[in-house]
Each structure stands twice: as C-alpha cells, then as structure tokens.
T-cell receptor, first 112, second 115 residues
C-alpha cells in the first residue's frame, strides 16, 4: 500500500514562531504534493501544493519545501498565529490517477 | 464557489442497522470520494467514483458499498453497521481536468456513532 508518513502527530508553537511539519513518501511516481488544512467541525481544504519541478513554493506565510532525492516535503508556517491552529494533512498523488494518499495528520496549536 | 454538502452532520445508529450517507456537489465534478477520518489514522479512502454508475474500491472498502446514480450525488451505504464503523465520514469531489483535477473539495463531514 502506498504510504505517506507525516510527523509530528501534534505540535505546539508560540505565536510568532515557525511551525514545521514533515512528510515522507515512498512512491517515486507521485508528482503532486498538496497540504490540506482542517478546522474543527469543517472538512479539509487545500492550503498549498507543489509539483516536483520546483524545490520550494511560498504563499504568504506558508511555504512548502520539497526534496525529491530524499522523497520528503515539509510545510513551514512563518509567524504562526492562533488562527492557524488546525489539523494539517500532507498528501501525494500521481496526476494520472487523481487519487490522493493522505498522511496521518498533525494537530497544530498556536498559543497566544 | 464549490459546495459539497452532506446530508447529516451527526448520526446515531444501532448495530446491524443499514445506514445511508448522502453527498451532493454542485460543481459538475466527475470524481467523487468517500473517506473516513479517525484520530492518528488520517483520511482513508473507502470508495471513489469517476463517473455516473462507476465505482472503484479504495483502501478500506470492507463493510461499505456506494451508489452513484446521478453525477452530483454519491451515497455511502453501511449494509449492517458495526461499532468499529463509528467515525467521521468525509465526502469530496474533484474535476477530471488534468492539471487541476487533483484538488479535492470536501464536505463538512458526518460524525457517525454506532451503538
């Protein structure tokens, strides 16, 4: 079974700090790597995504770093805010199949 | 704005009951998915559908079936509910257009408790 391994399971960061969540994948055919954000009582929503032709993608305070040789990618949240407190899921897909394989999730708490 | 709606936010059922979870999307998406979400296990794919009347098993299809009679509607059926099916169920949809079809849009979820 294709897997995406995500760590840590939970994370507490002080307001203004940097939150870092890591994921590793096995299938070298994966060519699309999104991060989803889920607030309590809501479904996950796409936050940011990257394809392996670039090593980094930044959108506001959110950055994905991608290491193709190590088969790892990570989400960095700069200047973390209490409103960023949510569960974050990494995922991977082979665009030819459009199925996403999700990591196990990271519950982020940003303390005021 | 894409909207995926699920028929119930909370459901309580008894062991052995037949349970129907309904999902409707309003963006004319070809693909629809059913996941279950459990703490520490993330999102696990139960079934998905690429077209009307088409269905494919996901990673954990045992104990579930699905129905897609109309493009906008995808139903998850628990033929005989068991306590280990207590979970959060999430529906999602996406387009088949290459390059953008990977984005899945999720409903708010149905929290099912089987007693």
């Amino acid at each position: 079974q294709q897997q995406v391994k995500q760590s840590p399971q939970s994370l507490i960061v002080q307001k203004g700090g940097i939150s870092i969540i890591n994921c590793a994948y096995e299938n070298t055919a994966f060519d699309y790597f999104p991060w989803y954000q889920q607030f309590p009582g809501k479904g996950p929503a796409l936050l940011i995504a990257i394809r392996p032709d670039v090593s980094e993608k930044k959108e506001g305070r959110f950055t994905i770093s991608f290491n193709k040789s190590a088969k790892q990618f990570s989400l960095h949240i700069m200047d973390s805010q209490p409103g960023d407190s949510a569960t974050y899921f990494c995922a991977a897909a082979n665009t030819g199949f459009q199925k996403l394989v999700f990591g196990t999730g990271t519950r982020l708490l940003v303390s005021p | 704005d894409v909207k995926v709606t699920q028929s119930s936010r909370y459901l309580v059922k008894r062991t052995g009951e037949k349970v129907f979870l309904e999902c409707v999307q309003d963006m004319d998406h070809e693909n629809m998915f059913w996941y279950r979400q459990d703490p520490g296990l993330g999102l696990r794919l139960i079934y998905f559908s690429y077209d009307v009347k088409m269905k494919e098993k996901g990673d954990i299809p045992e104990g579930y079936s699905v129905s897609r009679e109309k493009k906008e509607r995808f139903s998850l059926i628990l033929e005989s509910a068991s306590t280990n099916q207590t979970s959060m169920y999430l529906c999602a949809s996406s387009t088949s257009h290459r390059g953008v079809g990977e984005t899945q849009y999720f409903g708010p979820g149905t929290r099912l408790l089987v007693l």
